[in-house]
């Protein structure tokens, strides 16, 4: 109980802006993953997966005070569902759960599977010192 206490302590949390999000260009497979580009140079591994209007959003990103944070899954239709319940840096990694909320009575979805993006700013700042070199991913249901 000690050692749980003391690492949500140590865990910091980052507040985060959404940049852009809809339909990824590139397929990663079935694992939703998250690519953190502290560069324009670094921000490319965004780019080659995205739309050109969401890709021009990250490469105007001011490198100098932020970072960008590429999610990336096979939701599909469900996407629309997906919601962020947190961002929080603990050492060198960075961790993002998210939450699949239920679908509401009488409505109806499809049942398409195809992959979707969301674009996130972070603040230099708000991450503390150094950058996260891990990104984890988590996803729940509600």
Same mark, same amino acid.
């Given at each position: 109980? +000690?050692?749980?206490?003391?690492?949500?302590? !140590? /865990?910091?949390? @980052?507040?985060?802006?959404?940049?852009? #999000?809809? %339909? *990824?260009?590139?397929?990663?497979?079935?694992?939703?993953?998250?690519?953190?580009?502290?560069?324009?140079?670094?921000?490319?591994? +965004?780019?080659?997966?995205?739309?050109?209007? !969401? /890709?021009?959003? @990250?490469?105007?990103?001011?490198?100098? #005070?932020? %970072? *960008?944070?590429?999610?990336?899954?096979?939701?599909?239709?469900?996407?629309?569902?997906?919601?962020?319940?947190?961002?929080?840096?603990?050492?060198?990694?960075?961790?993002?759960?998210?939450?699949?909320r239920p679908?509401?009575?009488?409505?109806?979805?499809?049942?398409a599977i195809?992959?979707?993006?969301?674009?996130?700013?972070?603040?230099?700042?708000?991450?503390?010192p150094g950058?996260?070199?891990?990104?984890?991913?988590?996803?729940?249901?509600?």
């Open positions: 109980m +000690l050692a749980a206490a003391a690492s949500a302590a !140590a /865990a910091r949390v @980052v507040p985060w802006h959404l940049l852009a #999000r809809g %339909v *990824a260009t590139n397929n990663d497979g079935a694992a939703t993953i998250g690519i953190l580009a502290p560069s324009k140079a670094a921000a490319h591994r +965004l780019v080659l997966r995205v739309p050109p209007k !969401a /890709a021009q959003t @990250v490469l105007r990103l001011d490198y100098g #005070r932020k %970072v *960008a944070l590429g999610i990336f899954g096979q939701f599909g239709c469900r996407d629309a569902r997906v919601r962020f319940a947190g961002i929080d840096r603990n050492g060198a990694l960075l961790r993002v759960r998210l939450v699949l679908l509401a009575p009488g409505n109806a979805e499809c049942l195809y992959p979707t993006f969301r674009l996130l700013s972070l603040e230099r700042s708000d991450l503390g950058l996260p070199t891990r990104v984890s991913v988590s996803l729940a249901r509600a």
